[in-house]
């Protein structure tokens, strides 16, 4: 047991997926119904929105910034797909606007040095009225079989929205721990004057970080889009502060730097498994929220608690190999 | 005279804009737009709940955090004041809003400072907390109906001519504005905003600053509260509508900054001035109300180029 | 021994059971004559989930009190999910909340959706799983996705018949505001539509203006603030909900012009009808949510039991104003 315990403590694994798994192991024991091959694969499915959009998020965070904007560029990515648009127009247009999105905040962040909170604050009040001056607020029905394949089809028995967003975070994970751009992101998340002064092309970073999350954010609005067969215009509308809290309850922290999309992974995934049981458990409608508020919060404060612990421990150790 | 103008760059281009707006409104609608009514309405009654709200954002901001749950605080204060203002039993109203606001408050700063979690975190689970429970409060019932006795704190006229609101808000801005400015508490908070190791260093209890910044917030989140239930004559789990955004949007506008250590409240009234007044004037315009957010934006965008710009110019000017 | 005690048990448990069947079914053949003794018996102890827009507004609630004192009146167990983001709902988590439903094996679902396109998929796969499915209030868009039956009141006949009601107060001329709802909300474009063609009839009316107040109480009384300013002389407003005309009225009263200005609503909730009885609104509907929840579930038992229901059941709306305020009033 104690070799065990011993085990994980290397790993580093942060509380929050500790949390995940208590939380799961808790649904299931008390509801029969809730650990069963259906509502597995539910919980995943239904994760996948949130993650895809969080995990350009967790970039922006670990580089000690937050792109607010994500939200709204999924809505406009959403509403620009129409019928009668062949769709290969279509995808371009949304695509093509998020990465207008995406050059905006960088521009005005890395080389104007507006505050990126500002800037991202201001470019998701403008995509989301935009969102809505487009579509002139109303949903539209989709009829395109591809976007319903991303949306609701399946592979295998497996939908294959949850295989995209399996090689999409895999991608990501990698681009983070192995290529020179992840290595940038995580110098500049450090210590932004230490990257600079050893010759990193900070600016450039921090352009390709929002591009890149907004590109994400746009797939995100368009799978939306497959999955509901219609295009909203208010589709993500809670996503940005959802997304950035996903992130942040992961573990990645908001000074940049530390964290990952591991973590993330498992943020995205408890929120899911909360609502998905509290449903499941018939909790009336009214106490949901709370209850969800309540559940976070006590993850959470168990989780800074025992890093708090941690980095004792790891000073302790320091010092004790001195 | 040059240095006033130095010194107060922020504050000055905010008012240009706003006036340049004001203007620009007043071009395109002379007759409806500007009249002392409009103005007096949209000062006076309308402002103030977002100039309210946005002295609590902006402080939060300024300590390097933000307080996503003012919104939700309003609604929970409200909606467990209510019924007690309802039948006129106003001191026990009051009493039992401000202690939901200053104990959501204190959860908050307790959650930031003694157990480290991040702001946004900890006020978004604060957020769903208040807002949950006000639903069960609320559960489908609304209360409405107020006496007279209790909406005279928002409608009535103590001053002639300006509404007790107004006033109301003024004396918080003039308290707020006296203690961020001239008190030791209030450069206690820029200086937790600008670094909070170097202020815990000099000896400065931080976290207690900022555990009062935001009980201070749940507090005017309550006095929001109940100032709102009078001027709409009901309390509802939806009454906050657009008060959580556009705070931020007013303090963002307002120049305060969330490297943190940077803003101020008389900056939050004009940057709140500014929102409600876009909003009244393309409603005059009668323009589709999908515009709305995306020009805010805009302005948000508008006024940290122009605050640069100014910022240039003057130090070109006087070195 | 231990067997037979437990055998012993569950007999009993079985005839208390039949019992309480047979006992419900005679209770609900005086209550109301419509479904039959034998149709008790075969839906009691089903599960039937109902989704709601929202846990907020008192529309909702009222529609779930509906669906909840059916079900008890059937005997069947009734679970009320609904999102939790706010008035209005979400879409997204409201087909998560369908897929939830499938998962926990319902055995028939009645459902008022947040968004009439966005939800069709999610409908798309309850007839997937076999489960059948009441739609209650907004349809459910195109025909792809099947239901048993629709359940509601006729949203574009009602903003018809309130703005309607309002153009003949005003004696066939003058200035009216039409508040909408929420953009996009299907609700709010059949109500509008309906005010609009109405007010059409009347080439004396003209709509000074039309904005949305996204079915809140304090936003409409900002934006019927804002458009007093505009047009001083404004004679009616138009709200396509009850919350927007009690925040009209608001802003009606802040101008000291109450009771110049017709204002009407739709809904019939409490406040509202305190208002109509006080002078401060002129009409509103009573839409009877809590008749449209129960005969929501009303059409999924005879569903359950017959295997068919109505395919649609339209609820009646009155139009309320001082003359029969009372009426509604407890």
Same mark, same amino acid.
């Given at each position: 047991?104690?070799?065990?315990?011993?085990?994980?403590?290397?790993?580093?694994?942060?509380?929050?997926?500790?949390?995940?798994?208590?939380?799961?192991?808790?649904?299931?024991?008390?509801?029969?119904?809730?650990?069963?091959?259906?509502?597995?694969?539910?919980?995943?499915?239904?994760?996948?929105?949130?993650?895809?959009?969080?995990?350009?998020?967790?970039?922006?965070?670990?580089?000690?910034?937050?792109?607010?904007?994500?939200?709204?560029?999924?809505?406009?990515?959403?509403?620009?797909?129409? #019928?009668?648009?062949?769709?290969?127009?279509?995808?371009?247009?949304?695509?093509?606007?998020?990465?207008?999105?995406?050059?905006? #905040?960088?521009?005005?962040?890395?080389?104007?040095?507006?505050?990126?909170?500002?800037?991202?604050?201001?470019?998701?009040?403008?995509?989301?009225?935009?969102?809505?001056?487009?579509?002139?607020?109303?949903? @539209?029905?989709?009829?395109?079989?591809?976007?319903?394949?991303?949306?609701?089809?399946?592979?295998?028995?497996?939908?294959?929205?949850?295989?995209?967003?399996? @090689?999409?975070?895999?991608?990501?994970?990698?681009?983070?721990?192995?290529?020179?751009?992840?290595?940038?992101?995580?110098?500049?998340?450090?210590?932004?004057?230490?990257?600079?002064?050893?010759?990193?092309?900070?600016?450039r970073t921090r352009m390709m970080v929002y591009l890149i999350s907004s590109l994400?954010?746009?797939?995100?609005?368009?799978?939306?889009?497959?999955?509901? #067969?219609?295009?909203?215009?208010?589709?993500?509308?809670?996503?940005?502060? #959802?997304?950035?809290?996903?992130?942040?309850?992961?573990?990645?922290?908001?000074?940049?730097?530390?964290?990952?999309?591991?973590?993330?992974?498992?943020?995205?995934?408890?929120?899911?498994?909360?609502?998905?049981?509290?449903?499941?458990?018939?909790?009336?409608?009214?106490?949901?929220?709370?209850?969800?508020?309540?559940?976070?919060?006590?993850?959470?404060?168990?989780? @800074?608690?025992?890093?708090?612990?941690?980095?004792?421990?790891?000073?302790?150790?320091?010092?004790?190999?001195? | 005279?040059?240095?006033?103008?130095?010194?107060?760059?922020?504050?000055?281009?905010?008012?240009?804009?706003?006036?340049?707006?004001?203007?620009?409104?007043?071009?395109?609608?002379?007759?409806?737009?500007?009249?002392?009514?409009?103005?007096?309405?949209?000062?006076?009654?309308?402002?103030?709940?977002?100039?309210?709200?946005?002295?609590?954002?902006?402080?939060?901001?300024?300590t390097k955090g933000i307080d996503k749950s003012m919104a939700s605080i309003v609604?929970?204060?409200?909606?467990?004041?209510?019924?007690?203002?309802?039948?006129?039993?106003?001191?026990?109203?009051?009493?039992?809003?401000?202690?939901?606001?200053?104990?959501?408050?204190?959860?908050?700063?307790?959650?930031?400072?003694?157990?480290?979690?991040?702001?946004?975190?900890?006020?978004?689970?604060?957020?769903?907390?208040?807002?949950?429970?006000?639903?069960?409060?609320?559960?489908?019932?609304?209360?409405?109906?107020?006496?007279?006795?209790?909406?005279?704190?928002?409608?009535?006229?103590?001053?002639?001519?300006?509404?007790?609101?107004?006033?109301?808000?003024?004396?918080?801005?003039?308290?707020?504005?006296?203690?961020?400015?001239?008190?030791?508490?209030?450069?206690?908070?820029?200086?937790?905003?600008?670094?909070?190791?170097?202020?815990?260093?000099?000896?400065?209890?931080?976290?207690?600053?900022?555990?009062?910044?935001?009980?201070?917030?749940?507090?005017?989140?309550?006095?929001?509260?109940?100032?709102?239930?009078?001027?709409?004559?009901?309390?509802?789990?939806?009454?906050?509508?657009?008060?959580?955004?556009?705070?931020?949007?007013?303090?963002?506008?307002?120049?305060?900054?969330?490297?943190?250590?940077?803003?101020?409240?008389?900056?939050?009234?004009?940057?709140?001035?500014?929102?409600?007044?876009?909003?009244?004037?393309?409603?005059?315009?009668?323009?589709?109300?999908?515009?709305?957010?995306?020009?805010?934006?805009?302005?948000?965008?508008?006024?940290?180029?122009?605050?640069?710009?100014?910022?240039?110019?003057?130090?070109?000017?006087?070195? | 021994?231990?067997?037979?005690?437990?055998?012993?048990? !569950?007999?009993?448990?079985?005839?208390?059971?039949?019992?309480?069947?047979?006992?419900?079914?005679?209770? %609900?053949?005086?209550?109301?004559?419509?479904?039959?003794?034998?149709?008790?018996?075969?839906?009691?102890?089903?599960?039937?989930?109902?989704? !709601?827009?929202?846990?907020?507004?008192?529309?909702?609630?009222?529609?779930?009190?509906?669906?909840?004192?059916?079900?008890?009146?059937?005997?069947?167990?009734?679970?009320?999910?609904?999102?939790?983001?706010?008035?209005?709902?979400?879409?997204?988590?409201?087909?998560?909340?369908?897929?939830?439903?499938?998962?926990?094996?319902?055995?028939?679902?009645?459902?008022?959706?947040?968004?009439?396109?966005?939800?069709?998929?999610?409908?798309?796969?309850?007839?997937?799983?076999?489960?059948?499915?009441?739609?209650?209030?907004?349809?459910?868009?195109?025909?792809?996705?099947?239901?048993?039956?629709?359940?509601?009141?006729?949203?574009?006949?009602?903003?018809?018949? !309130?703005?309607?009601?309002?153009?003949?107060?005003?004696?066939?001329?003058? %200035?009216?505001?039409?508040?909408?709802?929420?953009?996009?909300?299907?609700?709010?474009?059949?109500?509008?539509?309906?005010?609009?063609?109405?007010?059409?009839?009347?080439?004396?009316?003209?709509?000074?203006?039309?904005?949305?107040?996204?079915?809140?109480?304090?936003?409409?009384?900002?934006?019927?603030?804002?458009?007093?300013?505009?047009?001083?002389?404004?004679?009616?407003?138009?709200?396509?909900?009850?919350? !927007?005309?009690?925040?009209?009225?608001?802003?009606?009263?802040?101008?000291?012009?109450?009771?110049?200005?017709?204002?009407?609503?739709?809904?019939?909730?409490?406040?509202?009808?305190?208002?109509?009885?006080?002078?401060?609104?002129?009409?509103?509907?009573?839409?009877?949510?809590?008749?449209?929840?129960?005969?929501?579930?009303?059409?999924?038992?005879?569903?359950?039991?017959?295997?068919?229901?109505?395919?649609?059941?339209?609820?009646?709306?009155?139009?309320?104003?001082?003359?029969?305020?009372?009426?509604?009033?407890?």
């Amino acid at each position: 047991m104690s070799k065990v315990t011993g085990w994980l403590k290397k790993q580093n694994i942060p509380g929050i997926v500790y949390g995940s798994v208590l939380i799961f192991l808790f649904f299931s024991i008390i509801e029969k119904k809730f650990f069963t091959p259906y509502n597995v694969m539910l919980i995943a499915r239904n994760s996948c929105i949130l993650l895809t959009v969080s995990i350009g998020m967790t970039m922006a965070v670990l580089i000690g910034q937050v792109d607010l904007s994500v939200g709204s560029v999924m809505s406009v990515s959403a509403v620009m797909v129409k #019928n009668g648009v062949p769709l290969a127009a279509a995808l371009m247009a949304a695509f093509g606007a998020a990465a207008l999105f995406g050059l905006v #905040n960088g521009i005005l962040i890395a080389v104007l040095k507006v505050d990126y909170w500002i800037t991202t604050f201001a470019t998701m009040s403008i995509g989301a009225g935009l969102a809505l001056v487009i579509s002139d607020g109303s949903t @539209v029905p989709i009829s395109s079989k591809f976007l319903d394949f991303l949306g609701n089809g399946k592979v295998c028995g497996v939908y294959f929205l949850i295989v995209l967003t399996i @090689v999409l975070t895999v991608l990501i994970l990698f681009l983070l721990k192995r290529s020179k751009l992840g290595y940038d992101v995580y110098s500049i998340g450090g210590s932004e004057n230490v990257a600079r002064l050893s010759g990193l092309d900070v600016n450039r970073t921090r352009m390709m970080v929002y591009l890149i999350s907004s590109l994400i954010a746009a797939l995100a609005g368009i799978l939306i889009t497959g999955m509901t #067969n219609s295009a909203s215009p208010i589709v993500g509308s809670e996503y940005s502060f #959802n997304a950035l809290a996903a992130v942040v309850i992961g573990g990645t922290s908001l000074n940049g730097g530390k964290g990952g999309v591991a973590g993330t992974v498992f943020g995205t995934v408890l929120l899911r498994i909360i609502a998905s049981g509290l449903a499941m458990l018939g909790v009336p409608a009214t106490w949901q929220k709370v209850i969800q508020g309540l559940i976070i919060v006590v993850i959470i404060v168990a989780d @800074v608690s025992s890093e708090k612990k941690k980095d004792v421990n790891g000073l302790r150790r320091i010092y004790a190999n001195d | 005279m040059i240095d006033y103008f130095k010194k107060n760059v922020d504050f000055l281009s905010r008012i240009t804009i706003l006036l340049i707006i004001v203007a620009g409104m007043s071009v395109i609608n002379p007759p409806a737009f500007l009249n002392w009514n409009n103005l007096s309405t949209v000062m006076f009654q309308q402002a103030p709940f977002t100039i309210l709200m946005s002295f609590g954002m902006t402080m939060a901001i300024i300590t390097k955090g933000i307080d996503k749950s003012m919104a939700s605080i309003v609604v929970l204060a409200s909606m467990l004041s209510g019924s007690y203002f309802k039948n006129g039993n106003l001191a026990m109203g009051f009493l039992i809003a401000l202690a939901v606001g200053a104990a959501a408050g204190l959860l908050n700063g307790t959650l930031i400072t003694r157990v480290g979690v991040a702001p946004f975190i900890a006020t978004y689970g604060t957020d769903f907390i208040a807002l949950g429970l006000a639903y069960v409060v609320c559960a489908g019932r609304y209360i409405y109906d107020f006496p007279a006795n209790f909406r005279v704190i928002t409608n009535g006229c103590f001053i002639p001519s300006v509404p007790n609101i107004a006033l109301v808000t003024m004396i918080i801005f003039i308290l707020l504005w006296f203690l961020t400015r001239k008190t030791i508490f209030g450069r206690s908070m820029y200086l937790a905003g600008f670094n909070v190791d170097a202020t815990i260093l000099s000896g400065i209890d931080a976290k207690k600053v900022v555990t009062v910044v935001y009980t201070i917030n749940g507090l005017l989140a309550a006095l929001v509260g109940v100032l709102y239930m009078a001027r709409l004559n009901a309390a509802d789990p939806n009454i906050s509508g657009n008060l959580c955004l556009d705070s931020i949007a007013a303090s963002l506008i307002g120049g305060t900054s969330f490297g943190g250590g940077k803003g101020s409240v008389s900056n939050a009234v004009i940057g709140a001035l500014i929102i409600v007044f876009i909003r009244n004037g393309m409603n005059i315009m009668n323009i589709s109300t999908n515009w709305q957010q995306a020009v805010v934006g805009f302005v948000i965008i508008f006024s940290v180029f122009y605050e640069m710009a100014i910022g240039r110019l003057t130090k070109k000017r006087m070195g | 021994m231990k067997k037979r005690i437990v055998a012993l048990g !569950m007999v009993c448990i079985a005839v208390l059971s039949i019992l309480a069947g047979c006992s419900n079914g005679s209770d %609900k053949n005086t209550s109301s004559g419509d479904a039959g003794t034998a149709e008790t018996k075969a839906v009691a102890g089903k599960e039937i989930v109902c989704i !709601m827009k929202d846990n907020v507004t008192p529309f909702h609630l009222s529609v779930a009190e509906g669906c909840e004192n059916a079900g008890a009146e059937y005997g069947v167990k009734i679970t009320v999910q609904a999102p939790v983001s706010g008035a209005g709902g979400s879409n997204e988590e409201q087909a998560q909340l369908v897929e939830q439903a499938i998962a926990s094996q319902a055995d028939c679902v009645v459902i008022v959706p947040v968004d009439s396109e966005g939800i069709v998929p999610a409908i798309k796969k309850l007839n997937e799983a076999g489960i059948p499915v009441v739609n209650v209030n907004t349809k459910i868009a195109g025909t792809e996705a099947k239901y048993e039956s629709f359940v509601a009141i006729e949203n574009y006949q009602v903003g018809y018949q !309130m703005a309607k009601a309002l153009c003949e107060a005003m004696e066939g001329k003058g %200035k009216m505001f039409v508040i909408e709802g929420t953009t996009g909300a299907q609700t709010s474009i059949d109500r509008t539509k309906g005010a609009l063609d109405a007010i059409g009839e009347y080439p004396d009316i003209v709509v000074a203006a039309q904005q949305s107040a996204t079915y809140n109480r304090a936003e409409a009384m900002n934006v019927v603030q804002n458009l007093l300013q505009q047009t001083p002389d404004v004679d009616a407003i138009f709200c396509c909900n009850d919350e !927007m005309a009690l925040g009209s009225a608001e802003a009606v009263n802040a101008a000291n012009k109450t009771g110049e200005i017709l204002i009407s609503g739709v809904d019939g909730n409490a406040d509202t009808l305190v208002a109509i009885s006080e002078g401060s609104i002129y009409a509103t509907c009573n839409s009877n949510p809590v008749g449209q929840g129960y005969y929501g579930v009303y059409e999924a038992a005879k569903y359950l039991s017959e295997g068919a229901a109505d395919p649609t059941y339209a609820i009646e709306t009155i139009l309320i104003t001082a003359e029969n305020v009372s009426e509604f009033m407890d």
